[in-house]
Nanobody, 130 residues
Framework: QVQLVESGGGSVQAGGSLSLSCAASGRTFSNYPMAWFRQAPGEEREFVASTIWSGTSTYYKIYYADSVKGRFTISRDNAKNSVNLQMNSLKPEDTAIYYC???????????????????WGQGTQVTVSS
């Protein structure tokens, strides 16, 4: 049984930083995409960032939503079967529940499509006050 368990999150003032972690168990995702999505109240769940194996050696491709580029950094630790999200320069509009996701596809064109992900964490709240 695959499980994704997020940790981190919390409350911070605008301009501050938070770090999220997601540990996977039940299968290894080193060759598959892992990602972060978020969902604000009344909004649809949206793509934040993903990391997917390029198919060559240990190189991973990384993708970000335009709204977080330059502020958020996604990274993965295959030894721990985990993915992290470092969030800097946080804004009130970053307030949302953040979800970790993992999938079993190889096509980089699909990384922002939430319907393509097979496994989801329970979510962790991030609140940014102005």
């Amino acid at each position: 049984q695959v499980q994704l368990v997020e940790s981190g999150g919390g409350s911070v003032q605008a301009g501050g930083s938070l770090s999220l972690s997601c540990a996977a168990s039940g299968r290894t995702f080193s060759n598959y995409p892992m990602a972060w999505f978020r969902q604000a109240p009344g909004e649809e769940r949206e793509f934040v960032a993903s990391t997917i194996w390029s198919g060559t050696s240990t190189y991973y491709k990384i993708y970000y939503a335009d709204s977080v580029k330059g502020r958020f950094t996604i990274s993965r630790d295959n030894a721990k079967n985990s993915v992290n999200l470092q969030m800097n320069s946080l804004k009130p509009e970053d307030t949302a529940i953040y979800y970790c996701a993992a999938a079993l596809f190889f096509d980089s064109a699909l990384v922002a499509d939430r319907s393509r992900y097979d496994y989801w964490g329970q979510g962790t709240q991030v609140t940014v006050s102005s």
